[in-house]
């Protein structure tokens, strides 16, 4: 059974900085490219950021550029999304999305990111 455990969402203030992980099961982690998805209220899901399976090319949303990194943990079969400089429109709650081209074919349940002051 596959499945893609999201955490280390919260409330934080403008400029602040949290650390998603999520913690994926049922694949083969470390042959799979992954994904960062979010959903701010009342818009459609955008594309934040991608890692190959090695860890050594990501790919980045330009509205995330330079603030965000996207990582792995191939032995702990763990995706991160570090978010730095974090602004009220990075509010959304993001998703951790298995993709297999040209599919999102696993999706975790998502975490809430609340940029507020």
């Known amino acids: 059974q596959v499945r893609l455990v999201e955490s280390g969402g919260g409330l934080v203030q403008p400029g602040g900085s949290l650390r998603l992980s999520c913690a994926v099961s049922?694949?083969?982690?470390?042959?799979?490219?992954m994904t960062w998805v979010r959903q701010a209220p009342g818009k459609g899901r955008e594309w934040v950021s991608t890692i190959d399976p090695g860890g050594g090319d990501m790919y980045y949303a330009d509205f995330v550029k330079g603030r965000f990194t996207i990582s792995r943990d191939n032995a702990k079969n763990t995706l991160y999304l570090q978010l730095n400089s974090l602004k009220s429109e990075d509010t959304a709650v993001y998703y951790c999305v298995k993709w297999t081209s040209p599919m999102f074919d696993f999706w975790g349940q998502g975490a809430q990111v609340t940029v507020s002051s």
């Open positions: 049922g694949f083969t982690f470390s042959n799979s490219w």
